[in-house]
């Protein structure tokens, strides 16, 4: 994960009310396998994407996975050795350090309630930064594996499934985060742990394509959506079956974090949460309950957890408040749910009641209420059906009644009474939903469904949003409508809600948009189609009538809207974060339906052309003509002064070539990388040009970013000169291996008032071919003070947060006078450097110990791989090794913290083999040693493992 945003610093004092939201490689292409060597099972023939988000479900228990018994092994290195696993809870994220913040809220659970954790991360993190050596790639990854390993271990969770994707570089697409992936067989991966250890609760990140979210976050709580969806359907991945495993559906559904404000202290969650979308539902854990095993409350405990990630340079975060009345709640916004849920503000453990925890006075746990809806979005004046389930739990559920809450106004007949729904039997209400004309189009509504029973009683919600006949908006971006597709297939439209409609207008220019008129009638409509802007645009038309709207279809119409006020801010130096509001209202029927939608103002720049160019890092007098860009604006991080860090950018050009000369304004030297570390360069002071050749780009795979340190380290104690490669981009890697043919200079100031950088870039080294009228182009400076590896603050010159991963608001540039070159787009190659689990100590102990397949991929069985015996003899290990299945075995010996002896990876058939291992570096005599052992083969993996005697 290539320089994220600034990680929030925990603060030591909150306010009352609190916002909540939370070089070679591997080509991109359409048939792409999964980024790892490791094999996985092939999806049935004709099993697409929207074929696994089809079909009911039909949905059954899931077999537990056998396991094998290691009592000997350390108890911090052991998982649960009882014959399989069986998690109430588990946590998908993408990289290593996703659940920092939750854990707070799951070692409570633990403490107090027994609830069992567990953590899938997709990757290992090895694209992120190093904070603390110079280890990269699998190297990194395997390092950032243990520091998860260790702070989630606070928090009680020993079971951590490690899927083995690469971690290719920081990216704001989900789209190319499933791509890289493999999609399906991560997909596959996870639905197979799911399968495996068959968590109550799944806790996620934020599914949805809202602005600045990370599309490796995004797409991971994607996959969580589908394996909550699908992992208990027997149409699925069969092939899991083969494997001893059976469907298994989950209970509930949450996202960590939520989008609203809440107050912080004690009474936090029994004040409860106000979402910013009306039908959420949101749980609460007060960080500040007190921990008996840890003797401190669980904030405090989760500061520990946050400092173990130290190459993300979290180590450095302050503590948080121990102000009683100002530590916050961790929040759970419900996403899904199978079962009834108590009263969020009831206490704590609300977000597992009825799921993993009984609720008192509450239905029997085991329980089953579910609410259905074809429709999401009703109409205003109309009906819809909706349909309540009862599952009964192991036990009859007598006298079962069901009434249907809706809003003011809103009509839903008579409570419904059901009587006895016998044991593991279900029972359906279904109930006319009358909407008001009066409904306001556009609001988010929750239906709830109360059930009582003779055994307690209980609830569910349903949300829903109100349409008009008509809807009408400017067309969204690409990958957002791929998400909004997405969501319409699963029937998670609630997830849509803060999805924006975001289009970018460069400075004083004028484009052509796409209007989309939605008919949501089952009548063809004529659509009065109006667009209101704000001062300074301008559309024409401003008005328009789209005729023969088909009945639940859509027309579309085009419409030109120009910035004709020049000097409007642009970036976020523009009001409400840079986002000029745009309404576009339609009407049919009488009904009018207004969308709130938005435009990004970016800067332009009209360059002037150069006669020549020398770089030297000296601003020649006629080499740049044209005034420069300012690029002072703070888009992420600390706040800054023009004398703490600020600068100026001149940009010209020739036939060939861009020339950038980019100023930089800065009081203190941040760390001198050696030139060797040419990577991650935000960690100190660097610079950051980036090129979208024909600013089309949806994601930064297609275009060029070229990352500047203007200085290092020389090893005597001085500045050395500047390195620079190619970072998150087409194809990354150092300047001399992906780019040979830029040119770069720079000078830093003595004594240090800032630097200069200067480059030339051919355009024969961008991925495509040019066009002059609208190229998309930044320059970002990384600013750092400290000597600690980690950057403080980020200035630019088209600045939101995460622009840098955001190519469609990046400024606009023209070279005029310049031919438009013909489209030519150059394959991205990702990285492909994975870290693996059949190479991980600590992944193979963990399925030694809970039998679920190293990776995600298939368990061979506790039989493929086994270590009969290991002794120690001085510096070596002696081993008497089994294996049942010829294979790629790997042998490592592990202290507890590292590795301290391996053999090299070897073929083997099935065999009994003695060897022999030396250990590396000083092992204590009386050091707790492991041996580790995996085998590989294309029918998937095994472990084994022994503690030295």
């Given amino acids: 994960m290539s320089h994220p945003p600034l990680p929030a610093r925990p603060a030591s004092a909150a306010p009352a009310a609190v916002p909540a939201a939370s070089a070679a490689g591997t080509p991109v292409g359409r048939d792409r396998v999964g980024p790892t060597a490791a094999p996985e099972a092939p999806a049935p023939r004709g099993l697409s994407r929207r074929r696994l988000l089809q079909g009911s479900a039909v949905l059954g228990l899931a077999a537990g996975a056998t396991a094998l018994d290691l009592s000997g092994l350390p108890p911090m290195e052991r998982a649960l050795a009882d014959g399989g696993v069986d998690l109430d809870i588990l946590y998908i994220g993408a990289h290593p350090d996703d659940e920092a913040w939750t854990l707070a809220a799951f070692g409570q659970w633990n403490e107090y309630e027994d609830q069992t954790a567990g953590v899938i991360t997709i990757t290992r993190g090895e694209g992120g930064g190093n904070a603390v050596g110079l280890e990269e790639g699998p190297a990194l990854g395997l390092i950032r594996e243990g520091e998860e390993r260790t702070a989630v271990g606070f928090a009680g969770i020993e079971h951590v499934f490690n899927l083995d994707a690469v971690d290719f570089f920081y990216t704001l697409s989900a789209p190319l985060s499933h791509e890289v992936w493999g999609g399906r067989d991560v997909l596959s991966r996870v639905i197979r742990v799911v399968r495996a250890t068959r968590p109550d609760v799944i806790v996620t990140m934020n599914p949805s394509a809202v602005q600045g979210n990370h599309g490796n976050h995004q797409q991971a709580a994607m996959f969580a959506v589908e394996a909550y969806l699908l992992a208990g359907r027997e149409d699925v991945f069969p092939e899991h079956f083969e494997e001893g495993l059976t469907p298994f559906a989950p209970k509930r559904l949450l996202r960590s974090g939520s989008d609203g404000q809440a107050s912080t202290g004690p009474d936090a969650v029994a004040t409860g949460f106000t979402p910013l979308v009306a039908s959420d539902v949101v749980f609460g854990a007060w960080n500040g309950t007190e921990s008996e095993t840890h003797g401190k409350r669980w904030s405090a405990v989760r500061d520990d957890s946050i400092h173990a990630y130290r190459t993300q340079g979290w180590h450095v975060f302050p503590p948080t408040t121990t102000d009683p009345a100002k530590i916050p709640a961790a929040w759970f916004t419900l996403i899904d749910s199978r079962t009834p849920f108590p009263d969020p503000t009831s206490g704590d453990t609300a977000a597992l009641g009825g799921a993993s925890l009984p609720v008192e006075g509450g239905l029997p746990l085991g329980t089953t209420l579910e609410l259905r809806s074809e429709q999401f979005a009703v109409q205003t004046g109309g009906s819809v059906e909706v349909e309540v389930e009862i599952g009964s739990p192991g036990t009859a559920l007598p006298g079962v009644q069901v009434e249907l809450e809706v809003p003011d106004g809103w009509d839903a007949g008579r409570r419904q009474v059901l009587g006895t729904i016998p044991a593991k039997q279900s029972r359906t209400a279904t109930f006319t939903v009358e909407v008001p004309e009066s409904a306001t189009p556009g609001e988010h509504v929750l239906l709830r469904a109360r ?499």
């Fill in 451 to 949: 059930v009582t029973s003779r055994k307690g009683s209980g609830e569910n919600v349903l949300p829903l949003r109100t349409a008009g006949v008509v809807e009408a908006g400017i067309a969204d971006r690409a990958e957002i409508a791929a998400f909004l597709e997405w969501t319409e297939e699963l029937g998670m439209q609630r997830l849509d809600a803060l999805v924006p409609t975001r289009r970018s207008l460069g400075q004083g220019r004028a484009e052509e948009f796409e209007i989309v008129v939605r008919n949501r009638s089952e009548q063809v409509q004529d659509a009065e189609v109006t667009l209101t802007l704000p001062d300074g645009f301008t559309a024409e038309p401003a008005q328009l009538l789209v005729e023969d709207v088909p009945a639940l279809g859509e027309a579309t119409a085009t419409v030109r809207i120009e910035n004709t006020d020049p000097s409007l801010p642009t970036a976020n130096r523009a009001p409400d974060g840079g986002v000029y509001a745009v309404t576009v209202t339609a009407s049919a029927g009488g009904v009018a339906a207004a969308t709130a939608q938005g435009l990004h103002l970016v800067p332009r720049l009209v360059a002037s052309r150069t006669e020549g160019v020398e770089v030297d890092a000296v601003r020649g007098t006629g080499e740049y003509p044209g005034e420069p860009i300012d690029i002072g604006t703070l888009w992420e991080g600390a706040a800054v002064t023009p004398e703490d860090a600020s600068g100026s950018t001149w940009v010209t050009y020739d036939d060939a070539a861009l020339h950038v000369f980019v100023q930089v304004i800065d009081d203190v030297l941040g760390t001198l990388l050696p030139p060797e570390d040419n990577k991650q360069r935000f960690r100190t002071d660097s610079v950051e040009i980036m090129i979208d050749p024909r600013g089309t780009s949806d994601h930064t795979a297609t275009t060029f970013i070229l990352g500047a340190l203007p200085g290092t380290d020389d090893g005597a104690g001085g500045v050395g000169g500047p390195v620079a490669g190619r970072d998150h981009d087409n194809r990354q890697g150092p300047l001399e291996e992906v780019a040979p043919s830029v040119r770069i200079a720079a000078e830093i100031s003595e004594p240090y008032q800032g630097y200069v950088l200067e480059t030339t870039i051919p355009f024969a080294e961008l991925p495509d071919g040019i066009d002059p009228t609208r190229m998309g182009f930044n320059v970002v400076v990384y600013d750092s003070d400290t000597q600690d590896r980690t950057g403080q603050s980020r200035i630019g010159w088209s600045t939101f947060p995460g622009v840098q991963a955001d190519p469609f608001r990046w400024g606009v540039l023209e070279l005029p006078g310049l031919e438009a070159q013909p489209s030519a787009p150059v394959e991205p190659r990702i990285p492909n450097t994975s870290a693996r689990s059949v190479a991980s100590p600590q992944s193979i102990l963990q399925s030694a110990a809970d039998g679920v397949g190293l990776g995600g991929f298939p368990a061979l069985g506790a039989d493929a791989v086994r270590v009969d015996k290991a002794t120690r003899r001085r510096r070596e290990i002696s081993a008497v090794v089994r294996t049942a299945a010829p294979g790629t075995r790997r042998v490592f010996v592990w202290d507890g913290e590292r590795t301290v002896g391996e053999l090299e990876a070897t073929d083997v058939r099935s065999a009994r083999e003695v060897v022999t291992i030396p250990l590396v570096g000083d092992v204590p005599a009386d050091a707790t040693l492991t041996v580790a052992v995996s085998l590989e083969n294309e029918d998937g993996a095994g472990a084994g493992a022994a503690t030295v005697r």
